[in-house]
């Protein structure tokens, strides 16, 4: 029987010998992490904010705009930048929703200062259990010059995972389906399109250590597996089987997560 998809916050826990790798996602941020290296990536660009940070001595390689960079700092990426990474040791990655954030006016990625990124992770307390209420409570500085997005934005954005229609989501918010297209693309520099496969992508993750990745992509909602592995090569520069290792075994998830995210998916 194919899994439903998740309505709230969800995560897993993957282990075996000195390996750990974990996924959270709830609403506005997902959360991966990694103990181990993993090799260069195929060129890819989110349709969301990328906080990628090294930890425990760990560090990041990043090709873009031309220029190689090798940091033990972290590294902020805006929406649709373009790029290439590859990890050395323990690393995390964070990806908060086009939507929280304006339009950047710039595609280059910047580096983030050690002290930076390790407040942002720690309020995420990553080490112990992934807590999106005090990010989201509390997000980096980074973030706050940019200004509000239109709330008729958020609220489509919210409705993507529900799968209607865009002709629906425009009557509902009183606008035509190419006017809708238009806001959303001038709010946060990112095509509606991609906002949805981007949602659907997080969906069949969430599901991907429960079943087959047929039945995850089925479920989220793409047209078949080789539709879900392009995305996921297309966004996260790696198949599903990258991301969601077959090889590792699923542990429970930090229950202190799933009750600090319930707290957020319920305001």
Not at 85 to 107: D, F, I
Not at 117 to 130: E, K, N, P, Q, Y
Not at 173 to 190: K, Q, T
Request: aromatic share 6%; charged share 20%; net charge positive.
């Amino acid at each position: 029987m194919t899994a439903a998809i998740p309505t709230g916050p969800v995560s897993w826990r993957l282990e075996r010998d000195d390996r750990a790798v974990t996924f959270a996602s709830c609403g506005e941020i997902s959360v991966f992490t990694d103990t181990a290296s993993t090799l260069m990536s195929s060129a890819h660009a989110h349709p969301a904010w990328t906080l990628l940070v090294p930890v425990d001595g760990g560090r990041v390689t990043l090709l873009a705009d031309g220029k190689g960079r090798v940091d033990d700092d972290g590294f902020l990426i805006p929406p649709r930048t373009w790029h290439r990474v590859k990890t050395e040791g323990p690393h995390v990655a964070v990806y908060l929703e086009a939507s929280m954030a304006a339009r950047p006016k710039t595609e280059r990625p910047r580096r983030i200062p050690t002290t930076v990124a390790r407040r942002m992770l720690d309020s995420l307390a990553v080490d112990s259990g992934i807590d999106p209420s005090s990010a989201i409570a509390d997000l980096d500085t980074s973030f706050q010059h940019l200004r509000p997005v239109d709330p008729r934005v958020t609220a489509v954005i919210d409705a993507l995972p529900g799968g209607l229609r865009l002709d629906v989501l425009a009557a509902e918010i009183g606008m035509s389906p190419s006017r809708l297209r238009a806001v959303v693309h001038d709010a946060v520099g990112v095509p509606l399109t991609q906002l949805r496969l981007w949602s659907r992508l997080g969906h069949a993750l969430a599901l991907l250590p429960y079943g087959s990745a047929a039945d995850a992509a089925a479920t989220a909602g793409f047209a078949d597996q080789a539709h879900f592995t392009r995305t996921a090569r297309r966004f996260m520069g790696r198949t599903p089987a990258e991301l969601s290792p077959r090889n590792l075994s699923l542990r429970p998830p930090n229950p202190r997560w799933r009750a600090s995210a319930a707290a957020v998916a319920a305001r």
